[in-house]
Nanobody, 119 residues
Framework: QVRVVESGGGVVQNGGSLRLSCAASSSLFPINDMEWYRQSPGKQREFVVGITKDGLTNYIQSAKGRFTISRDNAKKTMYLQMNNLKPDDTAVYYC?????????????WGQGTQVTVSS
C-alpha cells in the first residue's frame, strides 16, 4: 500500500509564505519524479513544479523566483517553500509521486492541501 500525504496548507495574507510537505510511504518501490499541482475552483488542475530523483527542477513561469522545491530522498519527502504568495495562488495543492515498479512508472496522488491567500 502506498500513501501520499500533503501538509502545510493554510490561510495567509497577500505577500505571505507557506511551506508545503509531501510524504510518500513506499518501503518497496523507489521514487522517481515528485511534482506539485494545484487546482482552483472552476479550473483544471495545473502543474506547478517538479523535481527529479537527481534534483533537477522545473517550474511554471509564475512560480519562478517565489517558490522553491526540494526533496529529501532518505525521508521520501518533498517540500515546497512558497514566498510572496498572491491571491492567484489560492488553490488546493496536490502532490504527485512517481514510483518505479515492475519495469514501469506509476503515479500516486495525495488528497490535497488547501492554500488560501487573502488580498
Amino acid at each position: 500500500q502506498v500513501r501520499v500525504v500533503e501538509s502545510g496548507g493554510g490561510v495567509v495574507q497577500n505577500g505571505g509564505s507557506l511551506r508545503l510537505s509531501c510524504a510518500a510511504s513506499s518501503s518497496l518501490f523507489p521514487i522517481n519524479d515528485m511534482e506539485w499541482y494545484r487546482q482552483s475552483p472552476g479550473k483544471q488542475r495545473e502543474f506547478v513544479v517538479g523535481i527529479t530523483k537527481d534534483g533537477l527542477t522545473n517550474y511554471i513561469q509564475s512560480a519562478k523566483g517565489r517558490f522553491t522545491i526540494s526533496r529529501d530522498n532518505a525521508k521520501k519527502t518533498m517540500y515546497l517553500q512558497m514566498n510572496n504568495l498572491k491571491p492567484d495562488d489560492t488553490a488546493v495543492y496536490y502532490c504527485k509521486v512517481e514510483l518505479l515498479r515492475s519495469g514501469g512508472v506509476y503515479p500516486y496522488w495525495g488528497q490535497g492541501t488547501q492554500v488560501t491567500v487573502s488580498s
